[in-house]
């Protein structure tokens, strides 16, 4: 169990990390793969193709989920890891424009597609095994402690990059430091996959397999049998990612751009939020062990909503502790609604399709409501004027997913194998199989 989590948090830790690094180096990235005339050209074509990675999201979530759901979780969650550092790695090895023309950005698209497509099979793959190897009574602990750690990347990766452009001069960083952190996450990926090819198949997957239940088309199956769980997966997800990149995409942004904070103290403020949804997110996601996915799912929407414009108005105060306060109140709103959502999306689906629908639902939604955040946020600020615009979004989102949350079936008792996964000639034979699925609690 101890490898099974450590492998799926050095996975979570890498995928996000990616985007993170990619994102903090934009600058330094533009001048080199898009230089022109015009800075600000060059620094669209970097966001362009950093936005080509979500768009390859859910390509990735219906490929590995296919694979995952047919041929195990151990197997595929090797390859995208390895998929992903090698992309990330290649990143810090590019030939810059200069030296090669317009290959380099067309290389380091090919970089991002494939880091894209890798996200997209990682977390849902990742904690799909996590929760088939735990115990029921701590499945939500387990997988909400492995999602956690989506949120150390943003705090590494600026304090890498903060140290790097202070220890470097101005033009060994533009000529070779900037490739540091690209090549440090290629090595960590490296590790990850050493550590995931001792990890044991799922028991829940190896049964599957055993009774000749796996799925053919399992991306067809979710859509023709699973519509309903597909559905409420993809609203705690757009609430999900557009809480984390409002957080780790966005906020520091508003904060210098908007409130004109200077950049040392929204990193710190954004920092301290981000180790309170780190804190917070097992916790909740030991409370709906306990409690129920339902009532903490609810409970963290809610709360979400309630919170998001007073967090506004105090992080719009353009002071270090209104920052610090502000932040802190949505993170920890969030953090409690982030916990118990990882186990939520993955015990909607059997095993014999949980990869595949997890990984679509998930994916979808963080296509149109995490990729767009910052986005969406600055142009609603420039749009309406009001400081407040990015909060009434967040809150009124968060009321909506409030309502699904209490329409949702509850799934915290139902077992990871069920009488779907078994076929009624082996669940016949296995008493514990449909007693524990038919008393499921669906209210």
């Not at 030296?99 to 950005?105: H, N």
């Not at 049998?225 to 597909?230: G, I, V």
């Not at 306060?325 to 095993?351: M, N």
């Not at 004027?385 to 329409?407: D, E, K, N």
């Amino acid at each position: 169990m101890r490898r099974v989590v450590t492998s799926a948090a050095i996975g979570q830790f890498v995928e996000w990390y990616d985007f993170t690094v990619y994102a903090y180096s934009a600058a330094m990235i533009a001048q080199l793969f898009f230089p022109g005339e015009d800075p600000v050209v060059g620094l669209l074509s970097t966001f362009a193709v950093y936005a080509v990675g979500f768009v390859m999201r859910p390509v990735g979530g219906i490929l590995f989920g296919h694979l995952g759901d047919k041929g195990g979780r151990r197997g595929v969650l090797a390859l995208v890891i390895l998929l992903m550092g090698g992309a990330t790695l290649a990143i810090g090895l590019l030939p810059t424009y200069q030296q090669i023309g317009v290959a380099a950005p067309v290389l380091l698209v090919t970089c991002r597609l494939l880091q894209g497509l890798s996200a997209g099979g990682e977390a849902m793959g990742s904690n799909s095994l996590v929760a088939e190897h735990a115990p029921t009574n701590r499945r939500g602990l387990f997988v909400g402690f492995t999602y956690s750690f989506a949120n150390v990347p943003p705090i590494f990766a600026a304090l890498l990059i903060l140290l790097l452009t202070n220890v470097l001069a101005a033009d060994a960083y533009s000529s070779w430091g900037w490739r540091i952190p690209f090549l440090v996450g290629g090595v960590i990926s490296f590790i990850g996959l050493y550590i995931r090819r001792h990890v044991e198949e799922s028991p829940a997957f190896e049964a599957t397999r055993e009774a000749k239940r796996v799925t053919r088309i399992p991306a067809v199956s979710v859509l023709r049998d699973h519509a309903k769980p597909l559905a409420f997966t993809f609203a705690m997800a757009a609430l999900s990612g557009l809480g984390f990149y409002t957080l780790t995409g966005y906020f520091v942004t508003y904060l210098t751009q908007a409130v004109k904070l200077p950049s040392n103290a929204a990193l710190l403020s954004n920092s301290i939020a981000l180790t309170i949804a780190f804190v917070a997110m097992p916790l909740a996601g030991l409370a709906s062990d306990h409690l129920g996915r339902k009532k903490v799912l609810a409970a963290g929407a809610l709360l979400s909503a309630v919170v998001a414009i007073p967090a506004y108005v105090l992080a719009g105060q353009g002071t270090l502790s209104g920052a610090i306060a502000g932040q802190a109140l949505l993170a920890l709103a969030l953090g409690i609604f982030f916990g118990p959502v990882g186990i939520a999306f993955l015990e909607a689906f059997p095993t014999r399709v949980r990869f595949s629908g997890s990984a679509i639902g998930y994916n979808g939604a963080y296509v149109v409501f995490g990729g767009t955040a910052p986005l969406l946020g600055v142009w609603l600020v420039e749009r309406t004027g009001s400081l407040l615009a990015p909060a009434v979004y967040m809150a009124g989102l968060a009321a909506l997913v409030f309502v699904a949350a209490l329409l949702m079936p509850e799934t915290y008792r139902r077992p990871m194998l069920d009488a779907d996964d078994l076929g009624p000639e082996v669940a016949a034979q296995e008493p514990t199989a449909p007693a524990t699925s038919a008393s499921a609690p669906t209210h």
